[in-house]
């Protein structure tokens, strides 16, 4: 969802890559809610660090607390920011109903969304932040 925000927008002004721990399938109702709010993501697919081998990064943003611990070490200036969100899957789980799994799905990209709006300006306060000025 966050590389679908990023891609809305952002376009133009960062170029988001995103990547997992694990691949795994493309979830649908993540698909689904984000199409709600009029962004197609179903073309996105499951990608690991490994995918993006030979790209450079400015700011790695980790947004759940998995990545965040099993992030590795990137070479250079590439900085990385923690921005934690729930985890719609694992919050749905849960759930009765598809009804009640997409409320969590639901709150989570709008999260993702305020949070991709601030950007890239809340990552020059971070990388301020990380080198101590």
């Known amino acids: 969802m966050a590389e679908g925000w990023a891609r809305h927008l952002r376009h133009g002004v960062i170029e988001p890559h995103s990547a997992g721990t694990a691949q795994h399938s493309l979830d649908p109702l993540a698909v689904r809610v984000m199409r709600e709010a009029g962004i ?43 921005r934690g ?24 990209r709008d999260e993702i969304r305020r949070f991709v709006e601030t950007l890239p300006e809340s990552l020059s306060q971070a990388a301020a932040g990380f080198n101590g000025a």
Do not use: M
Not at 85 to 108: I, T, W
């Open 85 to 108: 969100f729930d985890n719609p899957p694992r919050l749905a789980k849960s759930a009765r109903n598809e009804d009640e799994a997409l409320v969590h799905y639901r709150r989570v």
């Open 40 to 82: 197609d993501i179903s073309w996105h697919r499951s990608k690991t660090l490994a995918d993006l081998a030979g790209v450079e990064f400015d700011y790695v943003i980790t947004v759940c607390s998995d990545a965040d611990q099993n992030c590795p070490v990137f070479p250079g200036r590439t900085v990385k920011v923690h």
